[in-house]
């Protein structure tokens, strides 16, 4: 085990999930795997709620959230960060960049860019620059965005090493402020992991593609990023990622906890011995933050039964 990396200085991190639905295995995996990576290292574990989306947002989701983290011994420390709370504090972040010439109204819509990006990227079409030098006469702003540099940003990731962007070619300048007035996910999450002091954010591999973006906007409004981990993502039967998009059915339908909890940290490459631990959630979670050992997180995504 390497005992020298979880006794370095006490971290901050944190689960934030969206409230679109149930916990589901997937969700459960990063939760259990930022939790122990803060515990190992003697750190906080904070609880955010993504609520930002209200159209998405499912009544009662959060509350059922919580519950099932409790549910599984995840306890967090103080209270819980709502995103839907924190307008002002994004509004505020907008204007620093603003003042720093970063950001640009555009007056694009979905499917212009579409007509006319130069090539599809990696999240799908590159935005072409229509508004960069300014609205094109007689059109009207509709999101707000932020200019990105043409270099190549170099991001190190805990498990799956550097990784490199070229974001002008890989998705161009990217929406801060939508045009349906909400705030991005991309702006919102690091303003609030700035705020609440966040120094390593774990979750899943299927992020690993938008932490160069995150990684830049900590440059642009001058807060130090965190260190990342993107853990393999669980699979279903099928082969394909578990979301709530695709129907995956909540943790609190699968077995007891104490079970999951056992699978889930097997996945993570942390198998609990039948004798080391008793089967209260709260006494597994005490012996993987003893023992966890970050090298031994597998670095490909699997199929995981709930």
Request: glycine share 10%.
């Amino acid at each position: 085990m390497s005992m020298d990396r979880c006794a370095q200085t006490p971290v901050v991190g944190r689960f934030a999930p969206s409230p679109t639905g149930p916990l589901h295995l997937g969700s459960l995996v990063a939760a259990v795997g930022s939790y122990c990576l803060a515990r190992c290292r003697g750190g906080r574990w904070l609880v955010r709620i993504e609520d930002l989306d209200a159209p998405r947002v499912v009544p009662g989701a959060a509350d059922d959230i919580l519950r099932t983290l409790e549910a599984f011994g995840l306890q967090w420390d103080g209270e819980i960060l709502w995103q839907s709370r924190r307008a002002a504090h994004y509004e505020a972040a907008l204007e620093r960049l603003r003042a720093k010439g970063l950001v640009f109204d555009c007056a694009c819509s979905r499917r212009e860019i579409l007509a006319s990006a130069p090539h599809a990227g990696e999240e799908g079409a590159v935005y072409p620059g229509t508004c960069r030098a300014g609205l094109p006469p007689g059109r009207r702003p509709r999101a707000l965005r932020l200019r990105v540099p043409r270099r190549t940003l170099c991001v190190a990731d805990g498990l799956m090493g550097l990784q490199e962007q070229h974001l002008a070619d890989a998705v161009g300048d990217f929406v801060l402020r939508r045009a349906d007035g909400l705030f991005a996910y991309q702006l919102a999450v690091v303003v609030d992991d700035a705020a609440s002091g966040v120094n390593q954010v774990v979750r899943g591999a299927d992020l690993l593609g938008s932490t160069p973006r995150q990684f830049y906007l900590c440059e642009c409004l001058d807060v130090a990023p965190p260190r990342y981990f993107h853990l393999p993502l669980a699979l279903g039967p099928d082969g394909e990622k578990l979301s709530k998009r695709q129907g995956a059915v909540s943790v609190a339908q699968g077995a007891a906890p104490s079970v999951l909890l056992r699978r889930v940290l097997a996945f993570l490459g942390q198998p609990v011995p039948p004798e080391a631990a008793g089967e209260k959630p709260a006494d597994l979670l005490a012996w993987a933050a003893a023992h966890f050992d970050e090298t031994r997180i597998p670095r490909r995504s699997a199929v995981l039964w709930i």
